[in-house]
């Protein structure tokens, strides 16, 4: 089973923070701002991201 994390924002940024040492399956996107992934990204991974923004931008880190 896929676990999912999601975080969305009409006005604003998202900055989700996940655990080390995982790899995500990441879908980032901010319609106005930048996006930022620092995690391990992998097709089919275990465990999936989806961050979206549409004013602000989207930073996806591990803590």
């Known amino acids: 089973m896929k676990r ?3 975080a969305a924002a009409v006005t604003g940024g998202v900055e ?3 655990p080390a040492g995982e ?3 990441v879908d980032a996107h901010a319609s106005a701002g930048g996006t ?3 995690v ?3 097709a089919g991974a275990a465990h999936a991201l ?3 923004a549409d ?3 989207v930073r ?3 803590g």
Do not use: I, M, N
Request: charged share 15%.
């Open 40 to 42: 391990p990204s992998q």
């Open 50 to 52: 989806v961050a979206r």
């Open 23 to 25: 790899a995500y399956e």
């Open 60 to 62: 996806v880190r591990t």
């Open 55 to 57: 004013t602000g931008g």
């Open 36 to 38: 930022e992934v620092s």
């Open 4 to 6: 999912l994390v999601g």
């Open 16 to 18: 989700p923070t996940v």
